[in-house]
């Protein structure tokens, strides 16, 4: 069982930056495939960003240019780097992680986060 969580939301203006953290315990995430979700006020949550066991990541075309999705398996912890943030960008922020996981969706993903709120004001 691994258990992620959160942290580094948090309110930024417009044009700023942040650095999101997803912490894991209970195991290794060096095998699991790894990515962050979003759900905004009245919305469904959303996919943001993942990052394969490999190493390899996608980005929805949202955040393409503008996030930066990254591992560090020694400590067992993935980031999330958000640059020229947007009031869109708004939204809990939510870390998850699975083994066969189909990129772009939640399927797959086993373990989840509580969130972490993103607030970008205008």
């Known amino acids: 069982q691994v258990q992620v969580v959160e942290s580094g939301g948090g309110l930024v203006q417009s044009g700023g930056s942040l650095r999101l953290s997803c912490a894991a315990s209970?195991?290794?995430?060096?095998?699991?495939?790894m990515g962050w979700f979003r759900q905004a006020p009245g919305k469904e949550r959303e996919f943001v960003a993942i990052?394969?066991?490999?190493?390899?990541?996608d980005y929805a075309g949202s955040v393409k240019g503008r996030f930066t999705i990254s591992r560090d398996n020694a400590k067992s912890t993935m980031y999330l780097q958000m640059n020229s943030l947007k009031p869109e960008d708004t939204a809990v922020y939510y870390c998850a992680g699975g083994r066969t996981v189909v990129p772009g969706t939640i399927s797959g993903m086993t373990y989840w986060g509580k969130g972490t709120l993103v607030t970008v004001s205008s």
């Open positions: 990052i394969k066991w490999s190493g390899a990541t």
């Open positions: 209970g195991r290794t995430i060096s095998s699991l495939d």
